[in-house]
């Protein structure tokens, strides 16, 4: 009878003591990732607040090769961010829409992917729907991340395993009522062609100007989803992914893959999100796009 005492006083003290070296590891990557996070914030906002200013000084705009636009306030977010992050993590890979891509980030054990102004249509028309998206990577997922809309002064951050963050203050996303149409963000363009008619009559359509800002309200709970089958960057939704994921929602790609991030070809086929408190049904409707999108692949 002593030795089954010993013994499940030994099996207690065993999980307690399993128990609290895994908070403490937990706990040691979140304070080890805090200075990367606050070597981020700083350095988003001084970049958003260089948007601003360029927004209302004057801006340049150019077409790229792929006839996307690209204006001097893109590359002016590009720089900053980039001589501040360089300048503190200068073993850290780097990759970014408006910088040529350096393979050698695939040798690196972290990678800052970054897309310096999403939706720049939104920004040379003054919409308040553009936004800087920044998300550090490390062994393929995304650890740290931000996304800034310089217009209304909201920032998003998150760190993997610490929960989701709007201007530093913990977010829980809000319950969505029966009696509301759950909001989906949608491409105009997707919508004319009528590529998803399973969700029509069961969910209003928020434009998409930017893809990272959808997903940012998407795991702040202002939305509930968002659905393209459209090609995405990297850089397009790295960060966004890691908000949704500490909220509690789910990102995957158009063919309902887990995202992996700093590939040879930073590349995916379509986006879905899902909002962690997201409708059953709708939820069953977003997978269902995944399903029909890998069907028609093979």
């Known amino acids: 009878m002593v030795l089954v005492r010993r013994f499940v006083i030994q099996v207690k003290f065993m999980r307690r003591s399993f128990l609290f070296f895994s908070l403490q590891a937990c706990y040691s990557s979140l304070m080890a990732w805090q200075y990367e996070l606050d070597i981020l914030v700083a350095a988003i906002r001084a970049a958003g607040k260089e948007a601003v200013r360029i927004a209302a000084a004057g ?19 590009n720089q900053i961010l980039q001589t501040q992050l360089q300048s503190a993590f200068p073993e850290d890979g ?102 998803f008619p399973s969700l029509d009559g069961i969910v209003r359509s928020r434009p ?24 995405e960057n ?25 995202l992996t991030f700093n590939q040879t070809t930073p590349r995916y086929q379509g986006t879905i999100a899902i909002n962690a408190r997201c409708p059953e049904p709708l939820r069953q409707k977003l997978t269902l796009l995944t399903q029909v999108r890998m069907n028609s692949a093979e």
């Open 59 to 77: 801006f340049e705009t150019v077409q790229k090769a792929d006839h996307s636009p690209v204006t001097s306030a893109d590359l002016a977010v």
């Open 94 to 195: 780097w990759l970014s829409e408006e910088s040529p891509d350096d393979l050698n980030r695939l040798q690196r054990a972290r990678v800052w992917v970054v897309d310096p102004i999403d939706g720049t249509k939104a920004f040379i028309k003054g919409e308040p729907e553009f936004c800087i998206s920044v998300a550090l990577i490390e062994q393929s997922r995304p650890i740290v991340a931000a996304i800034f809309n310089p217009s209304l002064d909201e920032l998003y951050t998150a760190i993997r395993g610490g929960g989701l963050y709007l201007n530093a203050e913990l977010v829980t996303p809000p319950p969505t009522h029966g009696d509301q149409q759950p909001i989906i963000a949608m491409s105009p363009w997707e919508q004319q062609i009528g590529r």
């Open 208 to 231: 998409m100007r930017s893809i990272a800002w959808a997903l940012a309200l998407t795991a702040g709970g202002r939305i509930q989803g968002v659905a393209t089958l459209e090609p």
């Open 234 to 258: 990297e850089w397009d939704i790295a960060a966004g992914t890691l908000l949704i994921e500490e909220s509690g929602g789910g990102v995957s790609d158009g063919s309902g893959r887990a």
